[in-house]
């Protein structure tokens, strides 16, 4: 089946320091791809819709300047993580759609912040 | 907001088969029930969906009622390794038109010996 691969898959940084989490399609082009968030014991949170070679849709409520997202090739998303602070220490999940509007999950990223 | 409400745990012993129900009152024509699962720090797990039809995979069986306003996802006989949060989602599908997934809270299905 299609893959969809995280990375790092977790990672530990100082306060206000930036973190890049990728998100690649491994055996489809994806022109769309979608970031989640989740906090312990709680669901995940859509946090934006990323669209190859435009600009993020953000969910109500998400900062597009902290959580900055690039599209830049079929396969390819990142999710940068702005000025990080302990309150953005979350799992991040990633997912990308197919030609066929399939949906796939990656793995996962948590992210602790110090 | 999710379209979907589903009980907030259940359990089930090893071996019998998990019902897991959820409803779905205000779907639309041209949505689909998808069921995803989540095993403690993975990402989500594709399982079935279906939009109008009973549907069968090699992981469960999904029963949609005749006014598409329930469902119910049999997993039927459940391990131990089954013990995850299960998402009900309702979502266009199909193509560049395909839409988000709107997680709700899931029910979190504990399997016992």
């Known amino acids: 089946g299609a893959v969809v691969s995280q990375h790092p898959s977790w990672v530990i940084c100082k306060s206000g320091t930036s973190v890049k989490i990728e998100c690649r399609s491994l055996?489809?082009?994806?022109?769309?791809m979608f970031w989640y968030r989740q906090f312990p014991k709680q669901s995940l949170m859509l946090m934006a819709t990323?669209?190859?070679?435009?600009?993020?849709?953000?969910e109500q409520g998400v900062e597009k300047d902290k959580f900055l997202i690039n599209h830049a090739s079929l396969t390819l998303s990142t999710l940068t993580v702005t000025s990080a602070h302990p309150e953005d220490s979350s799992f991040y999940i990633c997912?990308?759609?197919?030609?066929?509007?399939?949906?796939?999950f990656g793995e996962g990223s948590r992210l602790t912040v110090l | 907001d999710a379209k979907t409400t589903q009980p907030t745990s259940m359990d089930c012993a090893e071996g019998r088969a998990a019902n897991l129900p959820c409803n779905h009152s205000?779907?639309?024509?041209?949505?689909?029930v998808y069921w995803y699962r989540q095993i403690h720090s993975q990402g989500p797990q594709y399982i079935i969906h279906?939009?109008?039809n009973n549907e069968t995979n090699e992981m469960a069986s999904l029963i949609i009622t005749e006014d598409r306003k329930s469902s119910t996802l049999i997993l039927p006989h459940a391990t131990l390794r089954d013990t995850a949060v299960y998402y009900c989602?309702?979502?266009?599908?199909?193509?560049?038109?395909?839409?988000?997934?709107?997680f709700g809270q899931g029910t979190e299905l504990s399997v016992k010996p």
């Open positions: 997912s990308a759609r197919d030609l066929t509007g399939e949906l796939f």
């Open positions: 055996d489809f082009q994806a022109t769309t």
């Open positions: 990323s669209n190859e070679g435009s600009k993020a849709t953000y």
């Open positions: 205000t779907i639309s024509g041209n949505e689909y």
């Open positions: 279906g939009l109008k």
């Open positions: 989602i309702v979502r266009v599908a199909g193509g560049n038109q395909g839409g988000k997934l709107i």
